[in-house]
């Protein structure tokens, strides 16, 4: 209370409100009123009659009196604040320098971090029918193996279920006929990924095209669209394409029109599409009895029927298969386009969606942003306030001379702006200059400009920085306030340091969770390449083949085996490094018969010897046993166990169309091998032998160190034997890789986090060291004359700043052990979590820590204590 | 002379103002008015008034004398101009030239 008892809230209140000239007169006014009230009325009511004269005083003729451009903007002071601030830079370059680099690399890391998510979100964003379009995906359960959602359906299911439901607005399916070659007038060009698809495609898909209508391009049964690449491979620019024929295969078509380049964000990329319906017409492949699913299916839908529509369509495929109890147990089920590319980390077979990515890393990258910025955020407080405290004389000066509080929190604001937007703006050019390299290191198209679509987090970031202005701003002048004007001006500012400790704390464990993850990642990733999957995957060559092929196998194989360069040839209907296709299987054991779908595979006579495959009982297939050819299987260890057999070679077991009576049998036991990525469990697997099927694909080993001698040599037999198929090849081990790829981008990503949130620890590190040891001058001045060494003192204080790292250690281990432990878990095999991590991450905190703190810690621990005590 | 009509209130304060004299600022003349007509009138609006007739030039204002009942803060002493006596003198004619027009309110000796 006031010596006149008026309410101070409310004096306050009119000070505020009132430009400066009535003040006085206005609060004289109040105040003789209210002592007369006081008499008429006593204290309290006169209190309340003062605080709503005060309340009346706020209208417009009084505060819009005030001069605006005193009341918001010091402007005349700008000149100097920003002498000043020049200044304080050239007087300590260092301290501007790391300051500046701290915000540039957090600045940079957490816009990047944006780009990519932004990026990632903007997926199959082009097409405009986005949200209606959904995609059928099979669940499917088989006894003795995990549920698995496969991205493939059956070939007539797109046109069964448009008949049956109306809610199908519009349906197409997706048929990756691969490889075709297409000639026109002599030339020959051979593109991988020619689709059939039905005519709704470019209606659902609506890709843009250069020539041609979408409506209509598709109707007639020998039009194909043909895509950008090979529009410049055939024609001139400018030539109409459209009419044109051309051969795919041998036979001919016309060009009904011509793509556009598809957008590097787009789940699905090809090169050409062709009708499906005619193909379809004379496939069993595509007949009822036909379950099996060999193609994508997707279907346009009002997204609120996406619920109800799966149990229809799941209902309608087992009427339509006969699907009896005891046999496969499939439900078929939507996935939004939406979550196509994100969401389809765990869906098998699904070879057609390019460049899917896990969306769980998406969650923890944009976490790892907002530390980041965190951290930079603190960072910057801390560096500043230390920077400060070689600026008391000026604080000195410009209070004693009537700087309100106001105008240093403005300075303050100012100077930090200052900085912010330099850092920023320098941010935004290194991320423009880098972009190209990191969109290479994580195989995206991320274009800057994207992020403008996304105003969220534009907002996001103006903000955040704006909050780091103002809060450092504030923060800085409210700690001025306390900056006593004595004397020669020494430093009398008592830190209140244990905030800056935290803050330390909090950055270095975030750094080290960062990097415990890091290791972990490239030990999961060493382990996934040294771990012997159980067969050959170097040097194994694949190459396509069709029907020529097929028919001229055994004397391609003949002639390749001819080679020096060449050690095995053999062949198979399906790839390893997938998951493998299954059909019914029987085996008849002493309890009965037991029907089952397992994996199966069917290989040629020497596959196991050309992979390099373990027998563990019995014998491979052999030429000489004419019964090999489809009576003769090898099973894995997983399937003899889950069947609990005893004795297995011998045991009689057949596909599941054989007669029960007139099965064939289990010839060998081979070691179980990881056919696909260490994330899946192995399950049981039959290997079969029926040459009269027809293989896809040949696997040629070649001689180590003599591949491309190997790669030559089979081409020029290639050549030679083979006219209507071109040598595509491509290599197992590189097959392999593509499955981890989320893995390998999210290690490099990770290893750079690390980085950063190391530097920027650093940094901060370097700026609380310089303001405790200021503190501490004096003390240290006094031990080095009671005798202490200099080698005592860095001691002393290097011990001083390790237990923060320590401490942040301690916090970090039990975070990132839960981390890591979770992620491991996400494959069936992977490496053990042990103390190597921890301990690479301990050492290498614990040297950087100590580079950072030397400088200061051995000028002051060496400084000459005289000149420390001079100034008392 | 400019032919802006005063408001009501703005037409009192003025004429407190002239009629007070050197004793005219905000808290007397709004306790003259309190007593003299029983109007309740704020403080608040009776400054605001001042400053607007300051405004437009019908008054001028000087700081000046502190009092210990007010704390020692001075007060802001409001003097009528040339101005301010025109207009008022120009509403009392037409007021009165109004008036005469009513047969009941005849005054006599104007």
Redesign the interface.
């Known amino acids: 209370m006031s010596k006149s008892g008026v309410p101070l809230f409310a004096l306050r209140l009119l000070e505020w409100v009132c430009p400066e000239e009535m003040f006085e007169e206005i609060e004289g006014d109040l105040l003789q009123h209210f002592n007369r009230d006081v008499e008429m009325y006593g204290v309290a009511k006169a209190r309340r009659i003062y605080s709503f004269k005060v309340l009346s005083f706020i209208h417009p003729s009084i505060f819009m009196r005030h001069k605006l451009s005193k009341s918001l903007f010091q402007t005349a002071l700008i000149p100097s604040y920003l002498k000043t601030s020049i200044r304080s830079i050239k007087t300590n370059p260092v301290f501007s320098l790391v300051n500046i680099m701290g915000l540039t690399i957090g600045l940079m890391a957490s816009v990047m971090i944006a780009l990519f998510v932004v990026n990632e979100y903007n997926f199959d964003s082009q097409l405009s029918k986005k949200a209606e379009i959904f995609r059928i995906y099979t669940r499917a359960r088989y006894t003795g193996s995990p549920e698995q959602d496969v991205a493939l359906t059956s070939g007539w299911l797109g046109p069964e279920i448009a008949k049956n439901f109306g809610q199908i607005r519009n349906y197409t399916r997706y048929w990756n006929l691969r490889t075709k070659v297409f000639l026109k007038e002599e030339k020959r060009v051979a593109k991988r990924n020619v689709i059939a698809v039905d005519s709704s495609f470019l209606k659902l898909f609506d890709f843009k095209m250069a020539q041609g209508s979408a409506s209509t391009c598709l109707n007639k049964p020998s039009s194909v669209v043909i895509s950008k690449e090979i529009y410049d491979a055939f024609f001139k620019p400018g030539d109409l394409a459209i009419n044109e024929s051309i051969k795919i295969d041998d036979t001919e078509y016309i060009i009904t029109g011509v793509l556009e380049s598809i957008p590097a964000n787009s789940h699905l990329q090809f090169d050409a599409l062709v009708p499906i319906s005619p193909l379809a017409a004379n496939d069993r492949m595509f007949q009822l009895s036909w379950d099996g699913g060999f193609l994508n299916t997707y279907i346009q839908i009002d997204p609120s029927s996406a619920r109800t529509l799966p149990t229809h369509l799941t209902n309608l495929f087992h009427k339509l298969t006969g699907h009896k109890d005891g046999e496969p147990n499939s439900e078929l089920l939507l996935q939004s386009l939406n979550d196509v590319h994100l969401s389809s980390s765990q869906m098998d077979h699904d070879s057609n969606n390019i460049k899917k990515f896990n969306g769980q890393y998406i969650t923890v990258l944009q976490f790892t942003a907002i530390f980041i910025l965190i951290i930079t955020g603190i960072n910057f407080l801390n560096l500043s306030t230390a920077a400060s405290l070689y600026r008391t004389k000026e604080i000195a000066i410009r209070k004693t001379v009537g700087a309100k509080l106001s105008q240093t929190i403005f300075q303050h604001v100012f100077e930090s702006s200052l900085t912010m937007v330099t850092s920023f703006v320098i941010a935004l050019a290194l991320i423009f200059i880098l972009l190209p390299y990191v969109n290479k290191i994580v195989d995206r198209d991320i274009q800057f400009g994207l992020i403008f679509r996304h105003p969220n987090y534009i907002t996001f970031f103006v903000l955040s920085i704006l909050l780091i202005i103002s809060a450092s701003g504030l923060y800085q002048a409210f700690l001025k306030k306390r900056v006593k004007v004595i004397g020669n001006f020494a430093l009398q500012l008592r830190g209140n340091f244990s905030r800056g400790k935290n803050l330390i704390i909090l950055q270095f464990s975030l750094a080290a969770i960062l990097m415990v993850c890091t290791v972990v990642l490239y030990q999961q990733s060493r382990f996934i390449s040294e771990t012997d999957p159980g067969f050959t995957k170097d040097q194994i060559m694949l190459v396509d083949m069709n029907k020529e092929v097929n028919e001229k196998y055994t004397v391609l194989k003949n002639e390749l085996l001819r080679s020096s360069n060449i050690i095995g040839v053999t062949a198979s209907d399906q790839r390893l490094g997938n998951d493998l296709g299954g059909w019914g299987f029987k085996v008849k054991t002493d309890t009965g018969v037991y029907q089952f779908i397992p994996s199966n595979i069917n290989v040629d006579l020497d596959y196991l010897d050309v992979y390099g495959m373990k027998l563990k009982d019995g014998r491979s297939f052999s030429s000489a046993v004419k019964t090999d050819a489809g009576r003769a299987f090898i099973v894995n260890e997983t399937m003899i166990k889950e069947l609990r057999l005893k004795q297995p070679v011998g045991v009689r077991a057949g596909h599941a169309w054989y007669d029960s009576d007139s099965l064939g049998s289990i010839i060998g036991v081979v070691q179980d091998f990881n056919y696909n990525s260490l994330h899946q469990k192995i399950n049981p697997v039959a290997l079969v032998h029926h040459p009269e099927w027809g293989f896809s694909e040949i696997s040629i080993k070649l001689k180590a160190g003599r591949v491309n001698e190997g790669i030559a040599e089979a081409k020029k037999i290639w050549d030679a034997t083979i006219s209507s198929y071109p040598f595509q090849y491509s290599f197992l081990d590189d097959h392999f890789d593509t499955l981890y790829n989320s893995e390998k981008q999210m290690r490099s990503v990770f290893l750079i986090m690390a980085c950063v949130a190391i530097c920027i620890s650093s940094m901060g590190l370097f700026g609380l060291v310089i303001m405790t040891t200021r503190g501490r001058v004096k003390e240290i001045g006094i031990r080095k004359t009671l005798g202490a060494t200099s080698f005592q003192i860095a001691g002393m204080l290097s011990r001083y700043f390790l237990q923060f790292i320590f401490l942040s250690l301690v916090i970090a281990c039990p975070i990132s052990y839960y981390f890591a432990n979770e992620w491991l878990q996400t494959f069936a095999y992977h490496t053990s979590l042990d103390v190597k991590p921890f301990l690479v991450t301990t050492f290498i905190m614990i040297v950087i820590a100590l580079l950072t703190i030397c400088y200061h810690t051995i000028r002051i621990a060496f400084g000459n204590p005289v000149q420390s005590l001079r100034n008392e | 002379m400019s032919k802006y009509q005063l408001g009501e209130l703005e037409e009192l304060v003025l004429s407190m103002v002239a009629a007070l004299g050197e004793d005219a600022?905000?808290?007397a003349i709004?306790d003259e008015i309190l007593n003299r007509f029983s109007r309740d009138i704020?403080?608040?609006?009776v400054?605001?008034t001042l400053?607007?007739l300051q405004d437009k030039g019908y008054v001028k204002s000087k700081?000046g004398g502190?009092k210990a009942?007010?704390?020692g803060?001075?007060?802001?002493i409001f003097t009528i101009t040339a101005a301010g006596l025109a207009i008022l003198r120009a509403m009392k004619n037409s007021r009165i030239e109004v008036w005469n027009m009513i047969p009941q309110l005849k005054m006599k000796g104007v």
Do not use: C, D, V
Not at chain 2, 73 to 76: H, M, V, W
């Open positions: 600022y905000g808290a709004t704020k403080l608040s609006s400054h605001i400053y607007r700081l502190g009942e007010r704390g803060r001075r007060k802001r």
